[in-house]
């Protein structure tokens, strides 16, 4: 048997290729966009990828099915009852797929959507043990699927979850102690909120060490699992949308267009949004003005996903040499409107001098100065509520960043903001000073650019985020 793991860590997605050495077939599960690894692994291990895998629809990354079928004719399959603009073939509860010795099991496994299925591995064929379990969103190292996301389309959370527990003792818990477990997540991703930095476990070590598979009744099951979760990034109903849909193909080697500043402002003042995908100390000593700084060294796609509409066009600055790197990125997520960059920023700020935007950073000990020495100034905190319940700095609202922007009002006054700049019970007052912090400065500085695009003249972000002022702090 081939088995390859592979890892995109700023999802915080794995996706796997299977395959027979005796027969060269072979299968990809979960398959990211840009495909481009598991073709060659596959060429280098003498396999033909006869089959895509779909453990379910996805909701955080457009996948690579429609790219990999279109390289090697390979079928696309999901789950019972699913449905595409384009052909696949539904794969049935206990249907079993031969590659030669190796042989793979699918068993139905809804919760985290109602098509779900994992995929139980025999390297022996039929009558062999089973060595491995891909579990897709179903059961995650240390977590389980999140059952709420298709709330706004039909689904209820409380159905599905209480599908996840019959899921999870019914199908994957009667597996063998021994069994691999390989998920399709790890820790990061908004599909869960208590993911493990393991790729890999075993059915045993999970009923041991998972809270979700502890002994509860199913009612119990549904509270803990339908409660504490992350803000699911606005982005997610988009992704799983079209993921379902006959789309266009990624060509992983298109250049970004090169844009004059001149072309550049034109989009913007048409709707394109500048996203500064440089450091946030770069970011903040010099940027176009209007800017949304969502730095690529971090979780670039999922924090552009917040701040981004889909279909809205995007121009990319960056380091020399990595605007292409953005654009694959925001392709993962399905944001194929990057209409170009804008090279040489330094020399356009430096020859465009009323186009430069500075951000003011603060650190701990300046934040908490200004905390307690101006009560007018608004606090916004945009951790998500989980991270939250260890304390807020003193006044805070809580807007997680994944509502910032529909909490803020357009500066068209077009209906892509919030009404009257309010999330739930929050209002944001654009004419106040304004200090955000997250939990370590990144999401921070995403957030800051984003107020300040959208006509907040007074923002400041905390460097180190809400531990670093606490430790300062009464709060």
């Not at 098509?115 to 389980?144: N, Q, Y």
């Not at 969502?294 to 960056?318: C, K, N």
Request: one cysteine or more; proline letters at 6%.
């Amino acid at each position: 048997m081939i088995f390859e793991q592979y890892e995109l860590g700023c999802l915080s997605q794995f996706s796997y290729l299977i395959g027979d050495e005796s027969t060269g077939r072979a299968v990809v599960v979960d398959p990211q966009r840009d495909v481009g690894q598991y073709l060659d692994d596959a060429a280098t291990h003498g396999l033909t990828i006869e089959r895509v895998i779909e453990t379910h629809f996805h909701a955080d990354f457009l996948s690579g099915h429609l790219e990999l079928a279109d390289a090697t004719g390979a079928v696309i399959s999901f789950g019972p009852g699913a449905e595409a603009e384009f052909p696949i073939e539904n794969l049935s509860d206990g249907q079993r797929l031969s590659l030669g010795t190796v042989e793979l099991e699918v068993r139905h496994t809804p919760g985290h959507t109602p098509e779900s299925i994992s995929i139980v591995v025999r390297p022996d064929g039929p009558d062999g043990a089973p060595w491995a379990v891909l579990t897709g969103d179903a059961l995650f190292i240390g977590d389980v699927g999140r059952p709420d996301l298709l709330t706004s389309i039909g689904w209820t959370a409380d159905d599905l979850a209480r599908k996840l527990f019959r899921s999870l003792h019914d199908q994957l818990l009667t597996l063998p102690d021994e069994v691999v477990v390989f998920p399709a997540h790890g820790a990061g991703s908004a599909c869960g909120k208590n993911l493990s930095t393991a790729n890999r476990s075993t059915i045993g070590e999970q009923r041991r060490t998972n809270p979700a598979l502890s002994p509860m009744t199913e009612d119990q099951f549904v509270e803990a699992v339908t409660s504490g979760q992350p803000v699911a990034p606005p982005y997610f109903v988009f992704a799983a949308t079209t993921n379902r849909r006959d789309r266009d193909l990624l060509d992983e080697d298109a250049p970004v267009p090169r844009l004059s500043v001149e072309e550049a402002l034109r989009r913007v003042d048409s709707g394109a949004v500048v996203i500064d995908g440089r450091d946030s100390e770069a970011f903040a000593v010099g940027h176009l003005r209007g800017a949304v700084n969502v730095g690529l060294d971090g979780r670039f796609a999922e924090y552009a996903g917040d701040v981004v509409r889909p279909g809205q066009e995007v121009i990319v600055v960056t380091d020399p040499g990595r605007e292409d790197e953005a654009r694959i990125r925001l392709a993962r997520i399905g944001f194929d409107d990057v209409v170009g960059t804008v090279e040489d920023l330094d020399g356009v700020l430096a020859s465009h001098l009323g186009l430069v935007g500075v951000a003011e950073r603060l650190t701990p000990e300046d934040a908490r100065a200004r905390l307690e020495g101006d009560p007018s100034v608004q606090v916004v905190d945009v951790r998500n509520p989980g991270e939250t319940v260890g304390g807020m700095l003193p006044g805070a609202v809580n807007v997680p960043l994944a509502r910032l922007l529909d909490t803020l009002v357009p500066l068209d006054g077009g209906p892509d903001g919030g009404s009257e700049g309010s999330t739930d019970d929050v209002t944001l007052d654009p004419e106040r000073p304004t200090l955000v912090y997250c939990a370590g400065g990144y999401r921070s500085s995403v957030a800051a650019s984003l107020m300040r695009s959208r006509g907040f003249a007074d923002v400041v972000d905390v460097i180190g985020g809400y531990d670093a002022v606490a430790q300062l702090t009464a709060v």
